[in-house]
């Protein structure tokens, strides 16, 4: 691998005698790992592979398989994500307890938040942030395709979430950095590499956290971290934050043999990860606690006092019964499509839409067109889709790929109406059938756009 002279100037000394091995694992092909949706999950489906050490639910593959042609993927059954940056569920399972409210603030494609989202309680929030726009749809995407309701995908800037003063329990700051640690996945992260853009880096790193710093609880934890290696935007400012802004820097349980290396800072938990060691890219995160700011404590509740106007209008039984559990949601209209979301967090939604650009909310279960109600595609992924409301059709393969490129289906042998179709008895999406055909309800964009579908059945799960 050609690494540029400065970058190897910097981490040759930090490195010391392992810079060789290093090297080595540049040269190697980059692991490809899966992380099971734990709500949709059946264990039993996984092929016998090696599992990822510092998680429950993920797994190597053994070489990259066409995803995109796995109807499973699209259901959101797992999420193909970097083993090492896997590591910040340990730092939520060791810290997280009960119900709270969490940020994931730089969150697109939404890795981390699909991670976050499977470890919280039914009755806490994640707003899962990502301030490029473009960015943001890809990430609203994911997570409706990994179905918890309790989740609102944000498109700001971390200067706008700041103003919900000690609102988060914990925020997670993935920050957008130099990606050293991407050098082998990603060529266009050596060309892009430079000593000043490391600089850069950095500093936009200590806006963000200092922007998004007063919404974090007086206590709060926040987790930080990025996928470079240099001391400058790790440690630097890990010692940043415990210092300027008021933090301690916690500790986070390991096991010695998932090979994770030790901060290159005395006194200073934080945990690396070297794909020499690790299988896995490069990565480093730190957690701090913030230390109790009185003035905050009573923003927090300046925020609480927000005035909530709930709409008085009601969906039909009917339709509120395509949920299983409908008595924990509320149900509520936005145009002509109704929504549903848990009902203990309703008034967190109420102030998150008084000062954020919401992109997606909860579930939306359908939209009235004339009398008809025509069922979302976020109902279908939903984890509290009440399979029961609809005739189900098991299609095979070959028709799950057709029905992913939203073409045309023909389901003469088929009720009339609306039809839920399951793949490997995971739902996948709606049709509408009229008998000599079915309209194809998939969402336009979410759709397949390769037309080279391979000749045999992709199975990436069993
Ligand atoms: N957490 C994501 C995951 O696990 O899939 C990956 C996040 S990536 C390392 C960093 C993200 O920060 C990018 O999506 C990028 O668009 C976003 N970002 C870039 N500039 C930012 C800024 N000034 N403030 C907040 N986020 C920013």
Redesign the pocket.
Same mark, same amino acid.
């Given at each position: 691998m050609n690494l540029p002279a400065d970058f190897i100037m910097r981490t040759q000394p930090l490195l010391k005698d392992e810079w060789e091995n290093f090297l080595a694992a540049l040269d190697s092909d980059a692991p490809v790992s899966i992380r099971l949706n734990k709500r949709k999950n059946n264990t039993n489906r996984i092929a016998p592979t090696d599992n990822v050490l510092w998680s429950d639910s993920a797994y190597y593959m053994e070489k990259r398989p066409q995803f995109t042609f796995d109807p499973l993927f699209h259901a959101g059954y797992y999420y193909v994500?970097?083993a090492s940056?896997m590591f !910040?569920g340990q730092a939520i399972k060791q810290y997280i307890k009960g119900d709270v409210k969490v940020l *994931?603030? #730089?969150?697109?494609? =939404? =890795?981390?938040?699909?991670?976050i989202a499977d470890l919280l309680s039914e009755d806490s929030l994640l707003v899962s942030?990502? !301030?490029?726009r473009s /960015?943001a749809n890809i990430?609203a995407e994911?997570m409706t395709k990994w179905g918890n309701p309790n989740v609102v995908v944000t498109n700001n800037?971390?200067a706008n979430i700041g103003k919900l003063k000690g609102f988060f329990d914990i925020i997670? !700051? *993935?920050?957008? #950095?130099s =990606?050293e640690g991407m050098f082998r996945k990603d060529e266009g992260a050596i060309s892009e590499w430079s000593v000043e853009n490391v600089k850069l880096c950095k500093e /936009?790193q200590q /806006?963000?956290l200092a922007?998004i710093w007063p919404a974090l609880k007086p206590d709060g934890i926040l987790i930080y971290?990025? #996928?470079t290696y240099n001391l400058e935007e790790n440690e630097e400012n890990v010692q940043w934050i415990r210092d300027e802004l008021g933090a301690e820097v916690l500790p986070v349980d390991t096991k010695e043999e998932w090979g994770i290396s030790p901060s290159f800072m005395e006194d200073m938990p934080a945990y690396r990860f070297f794909p020499h060691k690790t299988i896995g890219e490069g990565f480093f995160m730190a957690v701090l606690r913030k230390k109790e700011e009185e003035d905050d404590a009573k923003i927090s509740k300046k925020n609480r006092n927000n005035k909530e106007k709930y709409s008085k209008a009601d969906l039909p039984a009917s339709y509120k019964s395509y949920m299983s559990d409908k008595e924990q949601f509320t149900f509520y209209p936005k145009g002509d499509s109704w929504f549903a979301f848990p009902t203990k967090l309703y008034h967190d939604l109420f102030l998150l839409k008084s000062h954020l650009n919401i992109i997606s909310e909860g579930i939306c279960l359908g939209e009235f067109k004339g009398k008809d109600f025509i069922p979302n595609q976020s109902l279908v992924l939903s984890n509290h889709l009440n399979t029961g409301a609809f005739p189900t059709y098991d299609v095979d393969w070959k028709t799950a790929i057709t029905y992913l490129r939203k073409e045309a289906l023909v389901l003469s042998d088929q009720p009339k109406g609306y039809i839920l179709l399951t793949y490997k008895d995971i739902p996948l999406g709606f049709v509408k059938n009229i008998g000599n055909r079915a309209n194809n309800l998939y969402t336009q964009e979410w759709r397949i756009r390769s037309a080279n579908v391979p000749n045999e059945e992709l199975r990436v799960i069993i």
């Open positions: 994500q970097e940056s !910040v *994931d603030l #730089c969150a697109a494609p =939404g =890795g981390k938040s699909t991670l942030n990502e !301030v490029i /960015r990430l994911n800037d971390p997670l !700051v *993935d920050a957008p #950095c =990606g /936009r /806006r963000i922007d971290s990025t #996928c």
